[in-house]
């Protein structure tokens, strides 16, 4: 459809820098909550548990805290977007979740972090994230025959469909409340 006049249409890298998650295995992955610190990788981004504009809980893993010490750029910061680099089939390419915690918490394995320039963004870019419009973007630059490949170059010639912050507010709210009476 048409977009409104006072709507913009911008680069993705205009509203995003990018980062790679952690360079672990499921070998590197402890259960200990309690002394670990949380991460989300590309299991838990195509788990169909996961809705892609909340970060539940169940869908984090943990690994140990020495990786605070080398690996900072691979933390998130409360409203970044993780997407899954690689997906089975054309219909994940695109996957992501949003970060809405604000303790420490990992990026993990086979994902590419969308760093938020402006974090009260990151809710409407969820929810825009799991649109056809967005997803038809990617599914048009991925390659591959058994696994599809997501790039940070794929995501860097994507355009974000960018209304003003009241209306990405609005928008975001009125689809958690939607969403919410869906679920109950």
Sequence with gaps: GDVPEHWNVVPFRSEFSLGKGLPITKDNL?????NGVPVVSYGQIHSKENEGTV?????????ESSWLDSNPQSLLRKNDIVFADTSEDLDGCG???????????????????????????????AYLFQSDIWRSQIRTRVNGVK??????????????LLPPLSEQKSIAEYLDKKTAQIIE
Excluded: M, W
């Design 30 to 34: 402890i259960n200990d909550e309690i």
């Design 55 to 63: 970060l539940k809980r169940n869908l984090l893993r943990f690994v």
């Design 95 to 125: 996957n992501c979740v949003l970060n809405t915690e604000t303790r420490k918490i990992f990026a993990g394995y086979h994902t590419i972090i969308a760093f938020t320039n402006k974090e009260e963004n990151g809710p409407f870019f």
């Design 147 to 160: 696994v599809y490949s997501v790039t940070k170059a794929h995501l860097k010639r994507c355009k974000l």
